[in-house]
Every structure is written in C-alpha cells, then in structure tokens.
C-alpha cells in the first residue's frame, strides 16, 4: 500500500476531492489517501505555526514572507505522520492524476530521502490565480510532489518542532537534506504548462485551475478532464451553482 498525503485547502474542496478521484480510479495497487488538513493537525498539537493577513495576503510570522495555501508549511510533516517509516507521496491539491500511480514503484530510490521532479519552474513575478504573491525562491515547485522515504535516517531531523520553527525557504529549499540525499523523479509526476517537455503523469495546474469561478470554462490544457473528474464524482454542478450564488 502506498500513502498519499494530499494538502487540503478549505477554499479550494473541490481540487482535493478531484485529485483524490484521478489517483483512484485508475490505481491497479492499495492507495491509502490521507487529507492533509492543518485544522486537525492543529488541534492534534502537531501543527502551531501562526501567521497574520495584510490585505488579502497570508504573512508567516516565523520568517514573515507571504505563503498562500493552508499546506504551505504542513507538508513537512509527512515523515512524522509516517512514524518515519515506510514511503508516503505528498501532493498539492492543484494536480490532476492522468496514470496508474502503481508506476511510481519503478522509481523509488531507497539510497534517496525525497525524491522530486526537479524541474527549473520560473514563474512570472506577481499575483498568483487567488490573488496571493507569486514568490521566486530556490528550488522552486519541487516540493509540491514529494515522494518521502521516511525511514532514512536524514529525514528524522524533519520533525515537527522543525516544521514549526524553520523558516519556509529553509523547509521548501529542502535545507534538512544534502544534495545527495534528494532524487529525481519523472518530469511528468509534475506536469506543469510551457515547463514540463514529456507527456503528464501528474498534470499540475500551477496558474489555476477550472474550479477558479473565473477559469473554469476556459479552455487550457487539460481542463475539460478535470471538468469531467469533478462530474464524474457529481461535483462540478454543486461547485458552480454554489458560486453562481455567491456572484449573485
């Protein structure tokens, strides 16, 4: 079985609950999907890091630059949930699964702590498709897929109190790792647009997605299959009348 932690953003339901459907519909192996929600992991006393508004952006007030997902700084803690044992896949909620996920077996180095698509992603400066900052910083986009073998030994330095207490370009610059410490996977396990050059595994809508209310009938790269998952799963129609009325 292989568990996949998924970065739940109480805006953004309707992205998990799709991504959720794409990984299991075609899986031929046991997928354990685990949400991971920052409301429970707070409550759980796993997560404590706080962080203030200004205007419309979120402020981290550990190292106070903007971050923009309700995850951004929770996905760390995959190795912890796992006990630091065994192998766990953190994905951001913005994705699409268009392949059996049993093909990631074929990749995994277990001589690696994290292995990532370790592509050269440089977003153009400014706001993001929810209105947050769009922030330049190393290694950028490779930690929004993260296959975490987390019973290597330099992954017990990733524990929560670190997670907490770290700065984000020091946890998302993979800073608890050495270089060689963290492998490669498939450019395609994190499709994005005009980036990626082989076909997607893992489509990864980095400029937004059809759940926005303001692209969700456009026509870009493989939005009507998201389109079609969120109707498959009978969530298309709720989501949109349920914006409709919020425009209203």
């Given at each position: 079985m292989l568990n996949v932690f998924i970065g739940y953003d109480s805006r953004e339901p309707e992205a998990y609950e799709v991504l959720r459907h794409s990984i299991l519909k075609p899986a031929t192996m046991p997928v354990n999907i685990?949400?991971?929600?920052q409301r429970a992991l707070h409550h759980a006393g796993l997560y404590r890091r706080t962080w203030r508004a200004e205007g419309n952006q979120k402020i981290d007030n550990i190292d106070n630059k903007p971050f923009s997902t309700?995850?951004?700084?929770?996905?760390?803690?995959?190795?912890?949930l796992m006990q630091w044992e065994g192998w766990a896949l953190f994905l951001d909620s913005d994705q699409l699964f268009m392949t059996d996920i049993a093909e990631l077996l074929h990749e995994m180095n277990s001589s690696t702590a994290v292995q990532v698509c370790k592509q050269n992603y440089d977003p153009i400066e400014g706001l993001k498709m929810d209105g947050q900052k769009q922030e330049k910083y190393f290694r950028k986009n490779w930690s929004s897929v993260m296959l975490f073998n987390c019973g290597h030994p330099a992954n017990k330095l990733l524990t929560p109190n670190v997670v907490n207490g770290e700065p984000g370009s020091w946890l998302h610059g993979f800073g608890w790792l050495g270089d060689d410490d963290i492998g490669e996977l498939n450019d395609g396990w994190n499709w994005i647009n005009k980036t990626t050059k082989v076909e997607p595994k893992n489509v990864h809508y980095t400029e937004g997605g059809a759940w926005?209310?303001?692209?969700?009938?456009?026509?870009?790269?493989?939005?009507?299959?998201?389109?079609?998952?969120?109707?498959?799963?009978?969530?298309?129609?709720?989501?949109?009348?349920?914006q409709d009325k919020t425009a209203a």
């Open positions: 685990q949400k991971l929600d309700e995850f951004s700084f929770s996905r760390f803690l995959v190795p912890a926005f209310p303001h692209m969700r009938n456009l026509d870009e790269p493989y939005f009507e299959e998201w389109r079609q998952a969120a109707k498959e799963i009978g969530v298309w129609r709720s989501m949109c009348a349920k």
